[in-house]
């Protein structure tokens, strides 16, 4: 799981245990667990997103650490369900007064996340060996679900991106004369190449200002660049830009899949771009075109040509 997911799960086991007065979660059961999860819908008003963590979280607590798979609520839970949500999308235009606001490499991730469709954590998590600049592509690793992909790097942005792999370059030979210089390693690549965290490939492209002590290991390693700086950045952005609409980080990348669709790239190209696993999800965008809803022309606006 990725680090994110692991400190969620943490965070729902503890308060599931506080809820209950702190009784050792062996000690309880389903009526516990089913008491837990209504509270959370009913008097927390949490979303479905929210509370199918907590679900996945506990199931997790039961069956992988305390190892009781016999419980029958593992796999009856009711989950709740999301609503259908129509995605906030800025027109070209709203995009460029928002990228006017933005500069450096707040800009640039901006850039990323409109012109390649990635989304937030997967830009700032791109390093420099993900990047060809030759073949114009990103590659993103373990993006959600757990799957690589490949997708455009836009032609006008390449020169920054080779601007900004300079000045990573320079940064970690700094940090490399301090004794510095490692990353945080994928999953068992640190044992297989206990020298590769130090290397510049696997920098990251946006890295972090400070330095941190890895616990385990003890090295002074760079970690990238928060994901609340940026959304500092973007919120701050369309407020001086004008924009009315509740635009984040995530609306550049539906505005991509949008503009994609509407210059009439088929579905199954934006599909595999966006990493989504069914198309149906894609399909969403259909929904929010340029062309009015569902595409049809109103009639007030023919009786002109009448």
Known sequence: MSRRTQTAYVL???RFIRFHG???PDAMGEPEVTEFLTHLANDRNLGASSQNQAASALIFLYREVLGRPEIAWADQV?????GTRIPVVMTRDEVRKV???LDGEKRLIAEILYGSGLRLMESLQLRIKDVDLGRREL?????KGD?????????GIAQKIARQIERVADLHE??????RGWVEMPESLGTKLPNAGRELPWQWLFPAVRTYVDKETGQVRRHHLHESAVQRSVRDAVRRSGVTKRATCHT???SFATHLLESGYDIRTVQTLLGHRDVRTTMIYTHVLNRGGFGVRSPLDMLDGE
């Open 78 to 82: 009711v989950r709740a369900r999301r």
């Open 139 to 143: 590659v993103i690793r373990a993006g």
């Open 22 to 24: 702190l009784r050792h």
């Open 147 to 155: 799957k690589d992909r490949r997708t455009m790097l836009p032609q």
């Open 99 to 101: 990228l006017g606001h």
């Open 12 to 14: 729902w086991i503890r």
């Open 252 to 254: 550049f990348r539906h």
């Open 174 to 179: 700094q940090d490399l004369r301090k004794g």
